[in-house]
Every structure is written in structure tokens, then in C-alpha cells.
T-cell receptor, first 111, second 111 residues
């Protein structure tokens, strides 16, 4: 049973607009959340993370929001650029250093 | 600085054949992991290691074995390959729960 769920397999957005990716989790022991980005034929690369003691973390065009009560997090990309076209994985961990991943959301940024 | 290197990058096996995937890291990380990526399933943890000489089962360990004889290497073995093991395999290393570094993957097809 997947503990991290990304219910939208794909997202298409126009260049310059906001991309919003969503992620839900079921394990209340998770206290660290991450987003990874993956291009074809490459391994995932770390994008941004957030600890459970925060509700928002920003890094340039990327912002992650965490709603612990709803067990929900989201990734905002503003503005979206063509190079952002990739698969985005949501991941979560407790205190055991193992990451549980969602199924991924494929983002396509249209020119 | 190579980071995490996986060999081979591609392989086609016949059902029942065996093979070993090698993961080598030069970052001196204690933790190493093997994941498989399948469409709609995201990344699922097969086995992991918290240090030289240790291994542990992940979410989907059946049909696989691992060894960590040296800190820098983590081997994933398939003793008798099955078509259900057709997948893309990723090795990752970490020293914290946000320090995951992935290799570029091994695409395995079992016919």
C-alpha cells in the first residue's frame, strides 16, 4: 500500500504560468518531505525539501507547502519554464533515512 | 568526482538467467539503497544498507539479493530472472534523509 500518493499522473502548463503539483501521505510518522525531479535516462535529482516543523520552504522559483493536519504537500513552480518539463516525485521519510516515493507527475511546459 | 555509478546501463536477460548490478560511490556515504521504477508505481525500495557489511529488506525484496562487502559498493543480484523484474533500477546513497544521490539507472528487460 503506497504511503505517498501523487494522484495526478500528468500536468500541462503554459510557459510563464504557475505549476502546482500535489502529494498526499498516510503515514503520520513521516517528518521530512522532499521533491525530486527526473529527466529521461537520468536518475532523480533533489529539488527542494521541508521539515514537518515548517509549513513553507522557498528556493528561487520553487516553493513547497506542507499541511500536516491534512497530510498534504504541494510544490509550486513560478514561473514555469521549458526546462521544468520532467517527472516530479514526492518523497517522505521518518527517522530511518528510508524514502517512500509517490508515483510521479509528468510536467510538460508549453511554449 | 563520479558520485554514484551504476553498471551496466542496459541489459537484456532471458527468463531464468542470473545477473549482478553494481553500484559504486565515491562520496563516502554510509547509506546505500536499491530502488526499482515501474510505470504508475514510482520508486520502490528493494534493499538497503546502513553501512559496510549490513543489508536489510525494503518494500519489494523478493527475487533479489544484495551484498555490501565494501563501503563504496552495493551489489544487487537476480538469481533467476523473471519477466516481472523488467524495470529500471536505481541505486542511491545518502548520509542524511535529504542527502540522497541517485545513479543514472540500469534498464533491465527480462524476456
Amino acid at each position: 500500500d503506497q504511503q505517498v500518493k501523487q494522484n495526478s499522473p500528468s500536468l500541462s502548463v503554459q510557459e510563464g504560468r504557475i505549476s502546482i503539483l500535489n502529494c498526499d501521505y498516510t503515514n503520520s510518522m513521516f517528518d521530512y518531505f522532499l521533491w525530486y525531479k527526473k529527466y529521461p535516462a537520468e536518475g532523480p535529482t533533489f529539488l527542494i525539501s521541508i521539515s514537518s516543523i515548517k509549513d513553507k520552504n522557498e528556493d528561487g522559483r520553487f516553493t513547497v507547502f506542507l499541511n500536516k493536519s491534512a497530510k498534504h504537500l504541494s510544490l509550486h513552480i513560478v514561473p514555469s519554464q521549458p526546462g521544468d518539463s520532467a517527472v516530479y516525485f514526492c518523497a517522505a521519510s521518518g527517522n530511518d533515512y528510508k524514502l517512500s516515493f509517490g508515483a510521479g507527475t509528468t510536467v510538460t511546459v508549453r511554449a | 568526482n563520479a558520485g554514484v555509478t551504476q553498471t551496466p546501463k542496459f541489459r537484456v536477460l532471458k527468463t531464468g538467467q542470473s545477473m549482478t548490478l553494481l553500484c559504486a560511490q565515491d562520496m563516502n556515504h554510509e547509506y546505500m539503497y536499491w530502488y526499482r521504477q515501474d510505470p504508475g508505481m514510482g520508486l520502490r525500495l528493494i534493499h538497503y544498507s546502513v553501512g559496510e557489511g549490513t543489508t536489510a529488506k525494503g518494500e519489494v525484496p523478493d527475487g533479489y539479493n544484495v551484498s555490501r562487502l565494501k563501503k563504496q559498493n552495493f551489489l544487487l543480484g537476480l538469481e533467476s530472472a523473471a519477466p516481472s523484474q523488467t524495470s529500471v533500477y536505481f541505486c542511491a546513497t545518502s548520509w542524511t534523509n535529504y542527502g540522497y544521490t541517485f545513479g543514472s539507472g540500469t534498464r533491465l528487460t527480462v524476456v
